[in-house]
């Protein structure tokens, strides 16, 4: 019974850490966005806007990869579909000196980022026990 639970234990800890790592990927491309927003127009700030794009692109790329293509079906497919037209778009954005495609990204990443913080709070709160002691007979 013990080996089952720690099995249980250790995949709720995987899946939280999956989670957590996911969040962490979308604060890095949302935070990246803003700089790349703020350099747009300053001809002296091109190659700074260029490597927070490239960090934009690299978190894009890393939350692709993170999908499970077998087990999310449609959604997984969905995502990966819109990461790869962010990506697009802040290779557009770049290319032709506009920002608003960068801007449009942030509004997707950051739409994306509060959904995945309430899946990950909703399915951590599913996996814990509630423990009310309320109910509970006290022998003694």
Do not use: C
């Not at 300053?42 to 960090?55: G, N, S």
């Not at 290319?95 to 980022?113: C, F, P, Q, W």
Request: charged fraction near 25%; glycine fraction near 6%; proline fraction near 1%.
């Amino acid at each position: 019974m013990k080996m089952g639970y720690g099995a249980y234990k250790s995949t709720q800890a995987e899946t939280t850490d999956q989670g957590k790592l996911i969040l962490v990927t979308y604060d890095v491309a949302i935070k990246h966005a803003k700089l790349a927003v703020e350099k747009f127009g300053d001809q002296k700030a091109i190659e700074e806007r260029v490597k927070h794009i490239f960090k934009v692109q690299d978190a894009l790329e890393e939350l692709q990869q993170s999908l499970n293509m077998e087990a999310g079906g449609e959604i997984a497919m969905n995502l990966y579909n819109l990461y790869g037209y962010m990506f697009r778009t802040t290779v557009d954005a770049n290319i032709t000196n506009d920002k608003s495609g960068v801007e449009e990204v942030i509004t997707h990443l950051e739409a994306l980022r509060d959904a995945w913080a309430q899946a990950t709070m909703k399915a951590k709160a599913e996996t814990t026990p509630d423990l009310n002691f309320d109910n509970m007979a006290i022998s003694g």
